[in-house]
């Protein structure tokens, strides 16, 4: 039984873990208003019309890039970059060597977004970012990892915790990852031909969340859970089961984007298999996670940065009971291209990776910060208005691509149903501007949390109160 | 076991070498890349397009690959790993917003592309396809010869079956109103041509074909069936001004035949795999009756009336 140690307030300044969160902050503003403005299109698609660099297309990737790259995995590495160094109990080996890291990974975001913007795209989902932001994101995770090991291997804490495993491995497979997954031997283009590059597509695109997004989210809760709970973790064993699973199962999975098209069979049944075997690393993290915080879920709920956190758990749940059902082929004839694949992503981003970022960055800026978030009251409304979008979300889309995918299967042509889906759009665009405003909510709230850069006001405000 | 920092990393990076070797490098080296017999290598100026496709984000809402469950378009055949020979990057697709469009070559002809690309709504009414009239007429040029080479050798032989009918159409609609209208009823069969619609007009009937007017044909017939929709100007020949037909024996059977198989070569598309039998006989009858002035809406040669039919007085009521 271990877990992470309650140690003095550190005075050190966190630069790179602030810098990071910061930056997702307002990433996850810009990339919401994104996916607000792509969801308005859908509705009213001659209100943007003809503007280029607005077309619903580029919008789409532009929103999907700006919130899975810059909000939630750099919201999560913000944490790592305070919570590695934290349970080795060292500081960061480098703030100069963060910072650096930080402005490559933020600068490469937003060359690809602006090239997006303006057309020039690999056009592979998730993987839209033209070459020099591909090479600009692998040196970033070079950065980014070359600091947290050598953090890690100047260690005074002989124990590894579990939350060190996943950030580490999770960044190393990561850029891995991105190397194939973009194809970057194949430069420009970014992609290689037919089949195979449809099957390394979404090798990689199952794999940003797999390898990248859901081991820095599980880090997180691994350790904010058992802090905010103030008990030991549950089990060292289910930890090591949870960490090596979740690499062999989820790997495996991507094909199951491709079960209906011209895939080789064995290994659209690798995928299934696979994709229903990720309730084994998904059932011991939870087990794990739920068993430490047993008889303590009070102090989970009542603390906005922990509930953040424990609800994000729950949608990790039902994200992965959603996930293995519908790879499966007789779901899959319904499901398959309708409106019910984005519900199911935006659970997963939103639901499950965002709500633990941010918990987890409430939770550790009073650590860092060594006084009280700026307001609790707003991280519960920010808290309740994201859940309450994602959600509903979440609801409206499944029903439309339910709606979508029977009507299809039953012979309605594509052109005959679209105006069935109309309604959900736009509760759709009502759902995302509860997000939308959550993440300005968020975003004042980091904010004015942060001494240096709320100045006095916040001080005397915190005061006040 | 002991998770020393080199277990971590050692360990995780053998374990995703394996599944890369697995699941990335097998499949990439034994997945045949024989092209399919209907395959052909794309022009320089369907490349070109195809890079249009690519840069706006087309593959978000269209597919391209038709499975075997699918009705839709390009139902008749579905995907094969050798048609994809050429595609890099892959344009597969994860969405169905529009119509998957591995078929779409030779659906349409090219200025019926020319209308739905400068205002998608122009054809489709209620399409929620963005408007792409900002493409340069270079661009746009090019992105109508890729979409038109989507399904290789089927998409040739339909874009031949296009080229072909299109110029009788047009020498019918210079050759003046009377030999048009000529023209149109003489291609559809003997039978349908003396077949007038087998249901009583009612006003719920004309109704639903409102309905269905407003939401299939009003883009290019226009609101009053004179052929001026905000289609018109991009087509050529421009759609029929249905008020002409009045006196010139447009029976229902031939509005049903026109509707159901649309005429290849014009920007009329057929409607048969969207419309079904009574939706096809309902807007024909509103056609009829608002446009044309005259309905033989169930008038003799007749069979058994159908079980639902009703009296006219009881409809009106």
């Given at each position: 039984?271990?877990?992470?140690?309650?140690?003095?307030?550190?005075?050190?300044?966190?630069?790179?873990?602030?810098?990071?969160?910061?930056?997702?902050?307002?990433?996850?503003?810009?990339?919401?208003?994104?996916?607000?403005?792509?969801?308005?299109?859908?509705?009213?698609?001659?209100?943007?019309?003809?503007?280029?660099?607005?077309?619903?297309?580029?919008?789409?990737?532009?929103?999907?890039?700006?919130?899975?790259?810059?909000?939630?995995?750099?919201?999560?590495?913000?944490?790592?970059?305070?919570?590695?160094?934290?349970?080795?109990?060292?500081?960061?080996?480098?703030?100069?060597?963060?910072?650096?890291?930080?402005?490559?990974?933020?600068?490469?975001?937003?060359?690809?977004?602006?090239?997006?913007?303006?057309?020039?795209?690999?056009?592979?989902?998730?993987?839209?970012?033209?070459?020099?932001?591909?090479?600009?994101?692998?040196?970033?995770?070079?950065?980014?990892?070359?600091?947290?090991?050598?953090?890690?291997?100047?260690?005074?804490?002989?124990?590894?915790?579990?939350?060190?495993?996943?950030?580490?491995?999770?960044?190393?497979?990561?850029?891995?990852?991105?190397?194939?997954?973009?194809?970057?031997?194949?430069?420009?283009?970014?992609?290689?031909?037919?089949?195979?590059?449809?099957?390394?597509?979404?090798?990689?695109?199952?794999?940003v969340l797999g390898l990248l997004m859901t081991p820095l989210a599980v880090a997180a809760a691994y350790y904010v859970i058992p802090r905010a709970a103030k008990a030991p973790l549950y089990s060292h064993t289910l930890s090591q089961i949870g960490f090596w699973s979740i690499l062999i199962m989820y790997t495996h999975i991507g094909t199951h984007h491709l079960l209906q098209a011209p895939a080789p069979t064995w290994l659209k049944l690798i995928s299934v298999v696979d994709s229903i075997a990720m309730t084994i690393p998904v059932a011991t993290v939870l087990v794990n996670l739920w068993m430490t915080a047993q008889g303590r879920i009070g102090k989970l709920t009542q603390n906005p940065a922990a509930r953040f956190v424990f609800v994000g758990t729950i949608m990790y749940l039902v994200v992965c009971i959603q996930g293995p059902f519908q790879s499966l082929p007789i779901v899959q004839r319904i499901t398959h291209f309708t409106h019910w694949i984005p519900a199911h992503a935006h659970l997963a981003v939103v639901g499950f990776v965002g709500m633990i970022g941010w918990g987890t960055c409430y939770f550790i800026l009073p650590e860092m910060t060594g006084r009280p978030i700026h307001s609790k009251r707003l991280a519960n409304l920010h808290y309740w208005l994201m859940f309450m979008g994602v959600v509903s979300m979440m609801v409206v889309l499944t029903i439309s691509g339910l709606i979508q995918g029977h009507a299809w299967y039953h012979g309605e042509g594509v052109y005959r149903v679209l105006p069935s889906t109309f309604l959900y759009n736009v509760m759709r665009v009502m759902a995302g501007a509860m997000i939308v405003v959550s993440s300005w909510i968020g975003l004042y709230n980091l904010l004015r949390s942060i001494p240096q850069a709320g100045g006095a006001r916040a001080s005397a405000g915190e005061v006040a109160s | 076991m002991r998770m020393s920092l080199d277990v971590v990393l050692g360990g995780s990076l053998l374990v995703f070498a394996a599944v890369v070797s697995v699941v990335v490098i097998l499949p990439g080296v034994t997945i045949s890349d024989k092209p399919s017999a209907d395959y052909r290598p794309r022009t320089e100026l369907e490349n070109g397009g195809r890079d249009v496709y690519v840069a706006n984000g087309c593959t978000y809402c269209h597919s391209q690959y038709v499975r075997w469950i699918d009705w839709g378009l390009g139902a008749e055949r579905v995907a094969l790993s050798g048609d994809y020979i050429a595609e890099q990057p892959n344009l597969l697709g994860s969405e169905r917003t529009g119509p998957d469009l591995s078929q779409a070559g030779g659906e349409h002809p090219d200025d019926w592309h020319g209308a739905h690309f400068h205002n998608p709504r122009h054809t489709r009414p209620e399409s929620i396809m963005p408007p792409f009239a900002f493409l340069e007429s270079n661009r746009l040029e090019a992105l109508i010869a890729y979409v038109q080479s989507l399904g290789f050798k089927l998409a040739d032989a339909r874009m031949e079956r296009q080229r072909k009918w299109k110029k009788p159409a047009v020498e019918a609609f210079e050759a003046g109103t009377e030999a048009n209208i000529e023209w149109l009823h003489g291609h559809v069969p003997e039978p349908w041509r003396e077949l007038p619609n087998p249901y009583p007009t009612t006003r719920v009937g004309l109704e639903r074909g409102k309905r269905i007017y407003q939401g299939f044909c009003i883009g290019c017939h226009g609101e009053v069936g004179d052929g001026m929709g905000p289609a018109a100007a991009r087509l050529y020949p421009p759609p029929l001004n249905f008020t002409a037909l009045n006196g010139r024996g447009a029976t229902g059977g031939i509005l049903y035949y026109q509707i159901m198989n649309g005429i290849t070569g014009t920007a009329m598309p057929y409607f048969k795999r969207e419309l079904e039998s009574e939706k096809i006989w309902a807007v024909g009858d509103y056609v009829a009756v608002y446009f044309i002035g005259e309905s033989d809406a169930d008038t003799e040669p007749k069979g058994i009336d159908a079980a639902y039919e009703v009296e006219e007085e009881i409809t009106y009521r």
């Amino acid at each position: 039984m271990n877990s992470p140690e309650s140690a003095q307030v550190d005075t050190q300044s966190h630069a790179t873990a602030l810098g990071y969160m910061i930056s997702a902050g307002v990433w996850m503003v810009i990339g919401t208003f994104a996916g607000i403005t792509a969801g308005i299109e859908l509705i009213a698609p001659d209100l943007l019309g003809n503007i280029a660099w607005l077309v619903f297309g580029r919008l789409r990737a532009m929103h999907t890039t700006i919130v899975m790259f810059g909000f939630a995995v750099t919201m999560l590495i913000g944490a790592a970059f305070y919570i590695v160094p934290r349970l080795v109990r060292v500081p960061l080996f480098s703030e100069k060597l963060g910072m650096a890291s930080l402005f490559v990974w933020n600068g490469s975001l937003l060359a690809g977004v602006v090239a997006l913007s303006l057309g020039y795209t690999q056009s592979r989902e998730y993987a839209e970012m033209f070459y020099p932001s591909d090479i600009g994101v692998v040196v970033a995770f070079v950065l980014m990892l070359w600091n947290l090991i050598v953090t890690v291997m100047r260690r005074k804490e002989p124990v590894l915790y579990v939350s060190v495993w996943y950030f580490v491995g999770g960044l190393m497979l990561s850029a891995a990852t991105y190397i194939i997954g973009n194809c970057m031997w194949a430069g420009w283009k970014g992609a290689i031909f037919g089949m195979p590059d449809a099957v390394i597509h979404w090798f990689y695109g199952h794999n940003v969340l797999g390898l990248l997004m859901t081991p820095l989210a599980v880090a997180a809760a691994y350790y904010v859970i058992p802090r905010a709970a103030k008990a030991p973790l549950y089990s060292h064993t289910l930890s090591q089961i949870g960490f090596w699973s979740i690499l062999i199962m989820y790997t495996h999975i991507g094909t199951h984007h491709l079960l209906q098209a011209p895939a080789p069979t064995w290994l659209k049944l690798i995928s299934v298999v696979d994709s229903i075997a990720m309730t084994i690393p998904v059932a011991t993290v939870l087990v794990n996670l739920w068993m430490t915080a047993q008889g303590r879920i009070g102090k989970l709920t009542q603390n906005p940065a922990a509930r953040f956190v424990f609800v994000g758990t729950i949608m990790y749940l039902v994200v992965c009971i959603q996930g293995p059902f519908q790879s499966l082929p007789i779901v899959q004839r319904i499901t398959h291209f309708t409106h019910w694949i984005p519900a199911h992503a935006h659970l997963a981003v939103v639901g499950f990776v965002g709500m633990i970022g941010w918990g987890t960055c409430y939770f550790i800026l009073p650590e860092m910060t060594g006084r009280p978030i700026h307001s609790k009251r707003l991280a519960n409304l920010h808290y309740w208005l994201m859940f309450m979008g994602v959600v509903s979300m979440m609801v409206v889309l499944t029903i439309s691509g339910l709606i979508q995918g029977h009507a299809w299967y039953h012979g309605e042509g594509v052109y005959r149903v679209l105006p069935s889906t109309f309604l959900y759009n736009v509760m759709r665009v009502m759902a995302g501007a509860m997000i939308v405003v959550s993440s300005w909510i968020g975003l004042y709230n980091l904010l004015r949390s942060i001494p240096q850069a709320g100045g006095a006001r916040a001080s005397a405000g915190e005061v006040a109160s | 076991m002991r998770m020393s920092l080199d277990v971590v990393l050692g360990g995780s990076l053998l374990v995703f070498a394996a599944v890369v070797s697995v699941v990335v490098i097998l499949p990439g080296v034994t997945i045949s890349d024989k092209p399919s017999a209907d395959y052909r290598p794309r022009t320089e100026l369907e490349n070109g397009g195809r890079d249009v496709y690519v840069a706006n984000g087309c593959t978000y809402c269209h597919s391209q690959y038709v499975r075997w469950i699918d009705w839709g378009l390009g139902a008749e055949r579905v995907a094969l790993s050798g048609d994809y020979i050429a595609e890099q990057p892959n344009l597969l697709g994860s969405e169905r917003t529009g119509p998957d469009l591995s078929q779409a070559g030779g659906e349409h002809p090219d200025d019926w592309h020319g209308a739905h690309f400068h205002n998608p709504r122009h054809t489709r009414p209620e399409s929620i396809m963005p408007p792409f009239a900002f493409l340069e007429s270079n661009r746009l040029e090019a992105l109508i010869a890729y979409v038109q080479s989507l399904g290789f050798k089927l998409a040739d032989a339909r874009m031949e079956r296009q080229r072909k009918w299109k110029k009788p159409a047009v020498e019918a609609f210079e050759a003046g109103t009377e030999a048009n209208i000529e023209w149109l009823h003489g291609h559809v069969p003997e039978p349908w041509r003396e077949l007038p619609n087998p249901y009583p007009t009612t006003r719920v009937g004309l109704e639903r074909g409102k309905r269905i007017y407003q939401g299939f044909c009003i883009g290019c017939h226009g609101e009053v069936g004179d052929g001026m929709g905000p289609a018109a100007a991009r087509l050529y020949p421009p759609p029929l001004n249905f008020t002409a037909l009045n006196g010139r024996g447009a029976t229902g059977g031939i509005l049903y035949y026109q509707i159901m198989n649309g005429i290849t070569g014009t920007a009329m598309p057929y409607f048969k795999r969207e419309l079904e039998s009574e939706k096809i006989w309902a807007v024909g009858d509103y056609v009829a009756v608002y446009f044309i002035g005259e309905s033989d809406a169930d008038t003799e040669p007749k069979g058994i009336d159908a079980a639902y039919e009703v009296e006219e007085e009881i409809t009106y009521r």
